[in-house]
């Protein structure tokens, strides 16, 4: 039963250029979760969607950054025209779809480390 | 504004005790509280999940604590271990906030032999 896979492991992208980020839920699970994690610092919400659905998008950039889980394949997580700044640990999480019913919290990926430079 | 906040500084306590860490939060009512452990390089693993009409969790050698008149969580190892070294993350999902998950910033905790 693998939990949640999240490819690649660490990426490098030149400035300018665009990253895509993948992420494959827990089998079972239809909710996903993107956070983003800068070095010392903690956990941020960025974005969360069902199928084909963005529910919560509070805490995503305006520009360059979308995200998509489509009715077939993982969650996307793209940015475009990357710049320094955006070099950080990208983490997917997924859930149940009412995690506080059960007992059951958010299973995470290990996370995409992004290196623009 | 909303703010969860964990004691920045790290907390190292030798092998065998307790370690209590502190979870304080203003301006949320959480449906539910949970606690993950992370280690460097890794993504948060889940540890206690404790809901709002709830005192105590207990897990093995975990327990957390609710009090949602102070505002608080408390955390404890106890029997602490070298392996339990680690940041762990404190996390709240707001009562009509959907799922939306929101972390503190951590407490490290060294265990020394």
């Known amino acids: 039963n693998a939990g949640v896979m999240q490819n690649p492991r660490h990426l490098v992208r030149r400035r300018g250029q665009e990253a895509r980020l993948r992420c494959s839920p827990m089998?079972?699970?239809?909710?996903v979760y993107w956070y983003r994690q800068l070095p010392e610092e903690g956990l941020k919400f960025m974005v969360y969607l069902q199928k084909e659905n963005i529910i919560d998008e509070s805490g995503m950039p305006k520009e360059r950054f979308s995200a998509e889980f489509p009715k077939e394949g993982p969650s996307i997580l793209r940015i475009q025209q990357v710049v320094r700044g955006d070099s950080a640990a990208y983490f997917c999480?997924?859930?149940?779809?009412?995690?506080?019913?059960?007992?059951?919290?958010?299973?995470f990926g290990s996370g995409t480390r992004l290196t623009v430079v | 504004s909303q703010k969860i906040e964990q004691n920045s500084e790290a907390l190292n306590i030798q092998e065998g005790k307790t370690a209590t860490l502190t979870c304080n939060y203003t301006n949320y009512s959480p449906a539910y509280l949970q606690w993950y452990r992370q280690d460097p390089g890794r993504g948060p693993v889940f540890l206690l999940l404790?809901?709002?009409?709830?005192k105590e969790k207990r897990k093995e050698r975990l327990k957390v604590t609710f009090d949602t008149t102070l505002k608080q969580s408390l955390f404890h190892i106890t029997a602490s271990q070298p392996a339990d070294s680690a940041t762990y993350l404190c996390?709240?999902?707001?009562?009509?906030?959907?799922?939306?998950?929101?972390f503190g910033t951590g407490t490290q905790l060294k265990v020394e032999l």
């Open positions: 999480a997924s859930s149940l779809p009412i995690p506080g019913v059960s007992n059951y919290g958010y299973t």
């Open positions: 404790i809901r709002e009409n709830e």
């Open positions: 996390a709240l999902v707001g009562a009509g906030g959907g799922n939306k998950l929101t």
């Open positions: 089998k079972g699970h239809s909710h």
